[in-house]
């Protein structure tokens, strides 16, 4: 991946870097998209054991991440979507585990 949202794989290790630095990696709606997309990419790996995320420009005081989105983003995600995924992965990993704890 490159552009707002660099990823690098090791050893079952995702790390996925926010690639905005000069928004001090502000959310951006390309950037929000493309970490939407990742995150149900890695969801899909079971090779993927571990998701790290970074900010772009670590500086000495500290990772370079912004806690608000850009005002100028007029385009608004479908937080409602991600939500239902994000409760559909939860109990897909809780039956997983409830699974593995019978066996």
Not at 14 to 29: C, E, F, H, K
Not at 34 to 42: E, K
């Amino acid at each position: 991946m490159t552009g707002v949202l660099l990823q690098e794989d090791t050893d079952g290790v995702r790390v996925l870097t926010l690639n905005r630095p000069g928004a001090r990696n502000a959310l951006s709606t390309p950037l929000v998209e493309a970490l939407h997309a990742a995150l149900l990419a890695a969801d899909a790996q079971d090779q993927v054991r571990v998701l790290v995320l970074t900010g772009a420009d670590q500086t000495t005081l500290g990772p370079a991440l912004a806690a608000e989105r850009e005002i100028a983003a007029r385009h608004v995600p479908d937080w409602a979507g991600l939500e239902q995924r994000r409760v559909e992965v939860m109990a897909r990993n809780r039956a997983q585990i409830r699974s593995e704890q019978e066996n």
